[in-house]
Each structure stands twice: as structure tokens, then as C-alpha cells.
């Protein structure tokens, strides 16, 4: 079974460029995740996504950031502009739930952000 | 504070002891707990999930739940070179179905 698929790897861009992220999670996962990971600290919720339902969404920068899950499957996040302090490890997870909530999270192998 | 607090460590252990990582967290109606292990410039993977009270044993680990303290602890048996890495702490809001993290402990093992 393919795990949580994340593309770019690694993205430089200059500050005010737009950039964008994928994630494809792992398949029949309804829930899926954007996290974001400053050095040093634990993963921060953005997005999370049930099918193709923004649920939750509270900790997204709206003015310079914006998501989309079509169908329910594959995610974009899009950030325009880039400032420097977005320079962070994107983080996208899938999970199930079951009856005691979420079974954890599969992580994908993130995009490195940096913006100079 | 925090919603979840771990020590940053790093916590420093000799190959084969044990090594003991704590969490506590705030919300007291926090529904189930997680460890995640976080390699240098990897993503987190799932070591341990705990919704009960009391010890849960998967080979060299057990994760420890004392909702009454709001404290889970995951202890490493005989550690291994290997198992240095960052441990990171999860817990699952009573609302909501998201993760919280902490910061993370670092654990260093010693060969």
C-alpha cells in the first residue's frame, strides 16, 4: 500500500513568489491533514479536511494561504504571497476513524519550505 | 500553556537502559494518546496509541496512562543507537478529531 504522497521534496522561492504543495493520502483515508513544522517544535494543525469538507480550518492564515481537496482525494495548499516566516516543513497526514476517533495519523514526507 | 508539554531534553541514555519520555497535557477530556518517533529530517511515524488508563506493552515499548494526572509517559526498553530521535507526544482533543503535538524530547542513546 503506497503511504501519504507529498511533492515538491524541497522548494526555495523568493519572499512575495507564490509556491504550492500536493498531497495524495494513503487510499480510502477520508480525513486528511495539512500540518506545518517550525525547527524545533511539533507539528501545527492548518487544515483538516473530511472527504471534501473543510472542518477545520481555524489556524489557516486565510489572507496568504488557501487549500482545496477536489473530489476528496489529492489536496493542494497554495501560499501567495510567501513572507519569510513561512519557512517550514509542510507536513500532510491521512487517518481513519473509527469508533474511538482517529487511529493516528500517517505523515507524508513533507516539503521543506525555505523563503529567502 | 501549553496544551501538551514535553521536556526538550535532550535526554541521554546509555545502550540498553531504559529510557522514560513524559507528556502532559491540559485538556481533561483528551480522548486518546500518541507517540510519534521523528528521525532528523524525517516525518513523524506511529510508534504507540493509548486510550485506557494504566500500561500498554508493543515489544521494547510501553506507553503509560494516567488520565486522573493528565500524564502519558512512553518508556524504552533496552535502547538501541537506533531509537535516538525526537519523541514526539500527541493527544486527541475531547472535540474534534485532530491531533496536538508537543514540542518534542530529544533522546540521545549512547553506545
Known amino acids: 500500500e503506497a503511504g501519504v504522497v507529498q511533492s515538491p521534496r524541497y522548494k526555495i522561492i523568493e519572499k512575495k513568489q507564490p509556491v504550492a504543495f500536493w498531497c495524495n493520502p494513503i487510499s480510502g483515508h477520508n480525513t486528511l491533514y495539512w500540518y506545518r513544522q517550525n525547527l524545533g517544535q511539533g507539528p501545527e494543525l492548518l487544515i483538516r479536511y473530511e472527504n471534501e469538507e473543510a472542518v477545520d480550518d481555524s489556524q489557516l492564515p486565510k489572507d496568504r494561504f488557501s487549500a482545496e481537496r477536489l473530489k476528496g482525494v489529492d489536496s493542494t495548499l497554495k501560499i501567495q504571497p510567501a513572507e519569510l516566516g513561512d519557512s517550514a516543513v509542510y507536513l500532510c497526514?491521512?487517518?481513519?476513524?473509527?469508533?474511538?476517533?482517529?487511529?493516528?495519523?500517517?505523515f507524508g514526507s513533507g516539503t521543506r519550505l525555505t523563503v529567502v | 500553556q501549553k496544551e501538551v508539554e514535553q521536556n526538550s531534553g535532550p535526554l541521554s541514555v546509555p545502550e540498553g537502559a531504559i529510557a522514560s519520555l513524559n507528556c502532559t497535557y491540559s485538556d481533561r477530556g483528551s480522548q486518546s494518546f500518541f507517540w510519534y518517533r521523528q528521525y532528523s529530517g524525517k516525518s513523524p511515524e506511529l510508534i504507540m496509541f493509548?486510550?485506557?488508563?494504566g500500561d500498554k506493552e508493543d515489544g521494547r515499548f510501553t506507553a503509560q496512562l494516567n488520565k486522573a494526572s493528565q500524564y502519558v509517559s512512553l518508556l524504552i526498553r533496552d535502547s538501541q543507537p537506533s531509537d535516538s530521535a525526537t519523541y514526539l507526544c500527541?493527544?486527541?482533543?475531547?472535540?474534534?478529531?485532530?491531533?496536538?503535538f508537543g514540542a518534542g524530547t530529544i533522546l540521545r542513546v549512547k553506545s
Open positions: 493509548i486510550y485506557s488508563n
Open positions: 497526514a491521512s487517518s481513519l476513524e473509527g469508533r474511538n476517533g482517529v487511529y493516528g495519523y500517517t
Open positions: 500527541a493527544v486527541n482533543r475531547e472535540y474534534g478529531n485532530k491531533l496536538v
